[in-house]
């Protein structure tokens, strides 16, 4: 479970920064691209896991790598708000 919300802190800090940076978003358009970009990707990698053999899919799964994204893209405005003072 801490795997992935470790595994997709990066994407969100990622995924924040880069629309904040590069798209000239406001802060809740940048999260929500940040959250939703994330949990569609934790949904196809779900998906995917259907037709593996040694995998299964879990909803707790897609929600706890949505909180990794949250998390990581809330570190980014933290980080941003203690760099740019």
Known sequence: ???NIFGFLPFGFAVYGWTRKYGDW????AMGAALLLGAGISL??????????????????????????????????????????
């Open 26 to 29: 406001k802060d809740m358009m």
């Open 44 to 85: 196809f990698i779900e998906l995917l896991q259907v037709y593996l053999p040694t995998r299964d899919s879990s909803l707790t799964d897609v929600i706890t790598n949505v909180l990794g994204t949250y998390i990581g893209a809330r570190l980014f405005q933290e980080a941003r708000g203690i760099l740019y003072r």
């Open 1 to 3: 479970m801490s795997v």
